[in-house]
């Protein structure tokens, strides 16, 4: 009776057409069908031994995807967890600087108990108020001056458009060449700002907050002028305070003995840093230290363009604002000490690196750089050289260059 019904089957087999046709319709929705669905008519049945097979793998299968989803939900509910408490904790730590360590700043803010709060990260809400009364404000500028200065922008943006070219008395004899020069300088690198945020970029929300804060300082120090990273500075500024006191805070901030030397490229200065940083290299890193030396990978390479931008260029920008909540704290001697503990992080790398690869890296540091890890790896690093501090060993080669210029007088500039 089968053999007549297949015979009967066989006898009805559609056209070549039809063939042709029912194989197309024919597509597994997924691996589940190839295992579990029957074979198209015109194919033998799968024997019983092959069906079952088919079964148990498809059984894995299943079991293999649920062994997934689980994993794949406690990750995630890890994850949840994490961020609560992360949250929490930024949120207790808000208010006990909000309640505790603001109202009473000076009396708290070199206390043990605080300087550990701020090792471990400003919560974002207070961190602007914080790092203006860390940084301070020396150059006792007001808000009033910062409407003046940026008012003498504005007239000078308005007359260089125009094309007219009266002198300004006060802008220490800088030529209308130089003027324009600066003033093209700034626009081309608001543009260059924080690309990835869009925020910056002409059309964002900050576009005109930073190019005021920029206008403004060219005006404030005509004798410093625009140079290149600063916008990278402002922009962070701008990120954690109103204009006026981001204006405040960025001149400030730019005032310091060590960004004043780079910026005003004192090549003398900038040199003694380095020289001070290559002693605690090689104290801390002799092999890696070596390895540069080896390779002629001088600091200026890779430093230049740390300490121009304060990281923020090269680190992600909530890692970034981490490190300038300690430089806030500690001063110059933490950016260096940041950089060996980029350079210690990262030492296994580095030591198989040649020239070319070593400048390539640190020039672009990974994106996924941990926090934890980095500020890990810079508590470890030790800034005393023979039981002389940054700041004395600082000095101390600062002084040597004295020495030698007055001894000759040719090496003066």
């Not at 029912?22 to 049945?45: G, H, Q, V």
């Not at 470890?380 to 039981?387: G, L, T, Y």
Request: charged letters at 25%; a neutral charge; glycine letters at 4%.
């Amino acid at each position: 009776m089968e053999y007549e019904e297949r015979i009967g089957r066989a006898s009805k087999s559609p056209s070549p057409k039809q063939n042709v046709r029912k194989s197309l319709i024919f597509e597994p929705l997924s691996t589940t069908a190839l295992i579990l669905e029957d074979r198209p008519a015109n194919l033998p049945a799968k024997p019983a031994e092959e069906a079952q097979k088919h079964r148990l793998e498809y059984e894995e299968m299943v079991a293999q995807a649920k062994r997934r989803e689980f994993k794949d939900a406690q990750r995630r509910k890890k994850q949840l967890e994490e961020r609560c408490k992360l949250e929490e904790s930024i949120g207790n730590a808000a208010l006990t600087w909000n309640t505790e360590i603001l109202p009473n700043w000076e009396t708290m803010c070199c206390s043990r108990r605080v300087r550990d709060m701020w090792w471990q990260g400003i919560p974002p809400s207070v961190r602007g108020r914080v790092w203006s009364l860390a940084i301070g404000n020396e150059l006792n500028i007001t808000h009033d001056l910062y409407d003046i200065c940026l008012s003498r922008a504005k007239d000078r943006w308005k007359s260089l458009s125009m094309g007219t070219q009266e002198a300004d008395n006060e802008d220490s004899g800088l030529s209308v060449a130089d003027r324009e020069a600066s003033l093209e300088s700034i626009k081309l690198d608001i543009s260059r700002t924080f690309p990835n945020l869009c925020i910056f970029q002409r059309g964002g929300p900050y576009h005109d907050m930073l190019h005021s804060i920029l206008g403004a300082y060219t005006c404030y120090r005509p004798d410093v002028g625009y140079v290149q990273g600063m916008s990278f500075i402002a922009a962070v500024l701008i990120l954690n305070l109103d204009t006026a006191d981001a204006f405040i805070a960025f001149s400030n901030l730019l005032n310091k003995p060590c960004q004043m030397a780079f910026f005003r490229v004192d090549h003398g200065l900038m040199l003694t840093y380095f020289a001070a940083f290559e002693v605690f290299f090689e104290e801390n890193l002799p092999k890696l230290f070596a390895h540069f030396k080896k390779n002629n990978l001088t600091p200026d390479i890779y430093l230049i363009d740390w300490i121009f931008t304060l990281y923020s260029k090269s680190l992600p920008l909530d890692l970034a604002c981490r490190v300038w909540d300690v430089f806030c704290r500690d001063g110059e001697e933490f950016l260096f000490s940041t950089a060996l503990g980029i350079l210690r992080l990262f030492e296994d790398i580095l030591t198989r690196m040649d020239f070319i690869h070593i400048a390539q890296f640190l020039t672009k540091l990974p994106e996924d750089l941990n926090s934890e890890d980095l500020f890990a790896s810079i508590a470890a690093i030790q800034m005393q050289s023979r039981n002389k501090k940054w700041s004395q060993v600082l000095s101390a080669l600062q002084k040597d260059n004295r020495d030698m210029e007055n001894r000759s007088p040719s090496l003066k500039r």
